[in-house]
């Protein structure tokens, strides 16, 4: 099995992130993507952090939608996120949810599980992991501890 270690979170480092290998969309086409995309905001949905997350089934499959536009479009695919929404600008969207480092986490975790279940090569599922693993430190806003 796959080991995706998740780095520990140091308030004030934000690290210098690689885009994912864009191979991973060539292999997975866009519904492939989409379908990892949705089976992760399915754990999230589940999970301890599932109030950062939209309760009405039509705006929580929104979500899902605008998740995978990004990644589609940052994995050299058409523009469908910025078409849709405009520029990324990904802190400045999530400033209104809590995300503290242990919500960082879970998400990352929940990832660790929907990768883990990928048909693809080592390479592919780490250098899509590593993008996360360090993306995911820009999107922490809050230190609070907080329970889960």
């Known amino acids: 099995m796959l080991e995706l270690k998740i780095t520990p979170f140091k308030l004030g480092w934000l690290p210098e992130i690689t885009m994912p290998d864009k191979e991973l969309l060539k292999l997975l086409g866009e519904e492939g993507m989409r379908q990892m995309i949705s ?15 939209p ?17 589609i479009q ?9 078409q849709n929404r405009g520029r990324p600008m990904l802190t400045k969207r999530h400033a209104p949810f809590k995300i503290t480092p242990e919500a ?27 993008y996360l693993d360090l993306f995911s430190v820009w999107m922490v806003n809050s230190h609070d501890k907080i329970k889960l």
């Not at 089976?39 to 997350?53: A, P, T, V, W």
């Not at 705006?59 to 998740?67: G, Q």
């Open 39 to 53: 089976d992760h905001y399915d754990l999230l949905r589940e999970s301890e952090i599932k109030g950062l997350f």
């Open 55 to 71: 309760a009405e089934d039509e705006e929580f499959e929104a979500a899902k939608k605008r998740s995978s536009d990004f990644f």
């Open 74 to 82: 940052i994995m050299g695919g058409p523009q469908y996120f910025n």
């Open 104 to 130: 960082r986490e879970v998400w990352l975790q929940c990832y660790q599980q929907v990768l883990q279940k990928q048909d693809l090569s080592e390479d592919l599922i780490m250098s899509f992991w590593n």
